[in-house]
């Protein structure tokens, strides 16, 4: 039969017996407390003397109340601007002492090409104005900007010569393709800068993804068939850095009287850096300020209104040629070349339009960020085969079969499975455009030894830059490709 008493109620009665028992023994009652206090389980304060005091039991410890400071929340734009602040200085780099600024005269010399040249304060302000300067270059290691003289520099400069005196009336057309790290985006603040150096107009869109991201306003022009779209914000802030990076536009006026649709009143003699200033202050101005700023600059040049030539420049061109984010009222995407200011840079490089006094369009890719577009890998595939043939030997059907072709040979030649973007061929067409395709390629061993010389001399190679170390990083870089020779001589 079970015990009505459990086990340790009776372990605790016996061993408190035995306690008592032992306390009466005069020879160890001296040892033994005078009062024992019964074994409980529960708190000093019990549930029965809580709930007369109206309190529930608990048995969580309270937590201080502790003031916590909160941070003050960024600002907006803050966190943007810290994301693309360039740096273009450091004070703790070595100056090179004796080194050679950018200028018309030193490009002429016999010898530039390998050298690296400083960029004149000036003409550095004037970069950063039209957003030149990219946050992945590292242009906060070094003392002050500074760029390497490559042939392609020498080419772009002979153009650039030529269209200012031989040619009045041409349009040069050109895109940089290479691979990642070449040095497109380099290669197109070189061309700007030396162009501002020749007092040229120079529009530059840094970026031709912010445009298709539907990150800003937009909304639809009257009377343009097809529907094109305006986005004022964008047009203001491109409006506000022609006006900074083109100080020569304050010489310039209007040539006629201004339109009677336009917003506001304009003054017949009006400078063409006042009316910059006017359409990015207001972007409601923005859109009709832009086309008649256009329209001024496309103008002929006459000795009471001279018009100086145009270059017109792009990076992140694969972005203009797809679809954007945003949404017409039927609901469906908006192609890039439906918005105004991409519609109006592909009608330079398509050739539907030319500068009258002169002038060229650049347009660099990326390889970095760039979406998939099969039609505008095809037509540059095609041009640059139609360029020189030789590097895309086209082999005899009959003897080759077709997967034996290189991937040059295929990406020329049409996808039956691929959806190809008639916009995009007809803006390159090669009867039509004459758009020249240049492949920008590694520095050479003498260029990479001239580019690791002068990190060297800024404190940023430690040690000889012997031949043997140019090889080595030479050969790590892919053939001399700039971004991989940074990384290898520099880290990062």
């Not at 950063?128 to 242009?139: D, G, I, L, P």
């Not at 700007?192 to 298709?212: E, G, Q, R, T």
């Not at 022009?221 to 047009?235: E, F, G, V």
Request: net charge positive.
């Amino acid at each position: 039969m079970a015990s009505s008493t459990c086990w340790r109620c009776s372990t605790k009665a016996s061993s408190l017996s035995q306690l008592l028992r032992l306390s009466s023994d005069p020879r160890i009652s001296g040892f033994l407390p005078l009062h024992v206090a019964p074994f409980s389980t529960t708190s000093a304060t019990s549930a029965a003397q809580l709930a007369k005091r109206g309190e529930k039991a608990t048995f969580t410890k309270k937590r201080q109340n502790v003031s916590q400071v909160k941070a003050r929340p960024p600002a907006p734009g803050e966190r943007k601007a810290l994301r693309k602040r360039i740096v273009l200085s450091n004070t703790n780099a070595l100056e090179i002492p004796g080194m050679q600024e950018l200028s018309v005269d030193s490009l002429a010399e016999e010898g530039v090409q390998g050298r690296v040249l400083a960029i004149p304060g000036s003409i550095v302000d004037r970069l950063r104005a039209v957003e030149a300067f990219k946050v992945a270059q590292n242009w906060s290691l070094f003392r002050k900007p500074s760029m390497l003289i490559r042939p392609d520099t020498l080419e772009l400069n002979t153009e650039l010569s030529n269209l200012s005196t031989l040619n009045p009336s041409q349009t040069v057309r050109k895109i940089l393709v290479g691979e990642r790290g070449s040095g497109k985006s380099v290669l197109l603040l070189q061309a700007m800068a030396m162009a501002f150096l020749k007092d040229w107009i120079v529009i530059n869109i840094p970026n031709a993804m912010d445009l298709v991201l539907a990150h800003s306003d937009y909304a639809p022009i009257p009377s343009t068939s097809p529907t094109l779209y305006a986005q004022p914000t964008r047009t203001a802030q491109l409006l506000d850095s022609i006006s900074r990076a083109n100080p020569s536009l304050s010489t310039l006026s209007l040539s006629s009287t201004p339109p009677q649709t336009f917003p506001v009143p304009l003054q017949s003699n009006l400078s063409l850096s006042r009316l910059a200033s006017i359409g990015s202050s207001d972007p409601d101005l923005a859109q009709p300020t832009f086309s008649l700023l256009l329209s001024e600059l496309t103008r002929p040049s006459t000795p009471e209104h001279p018009r100086p030539p145009i270059l017109l420049c792009i990076d992140h061109l694969a972005h203009a040629m797809r679809l954007s984010e945003y949404m017409s009222s039927a609901f469906a995407p908006i192609h890039a070349h439906d918005l105004f200011l991409l519609n109006w840079f592909t009608s330079y490089l398509s050739g539907t339009h030319s500068l009258p006094n002169s002038g060229m369009v650049l347009a660099a890719t990326s390889e970095s960020n760039q979406p998939a577009i099969p039609a505008l890998r095809l037509r540059l595939t095609q041009l640059e085969q139609a360029q020189s043939p030789a590097d895309f030997p086209t082999p005899a059907e009959s003897l080759v079969p077709p997967f034996s072709l290189t991937k040059e040979q295929r990406a020329a030649q049409r996808d039956p499975f691929l959806a190809y973007d008639q916009r995009v061929l007809d803006v390159l067409d090669e009867t039509k455009s004459g758009v020249q395709v240049k492949r920008v390629k590694g520095l050479s061993k003498v260029e990479a030894r001239q580019l690791m010389e002068y990190w060297a001399r800024s404190g940023l190679v430690r040690g000889v830059v012997s031949e043997e170390l140019v090889q080595e990083r030479w050969t790590i870089s892919g053939g001399g490709i700039v971004g991989q020779l940074e990384k290898a001589v520099l880290g990062g």
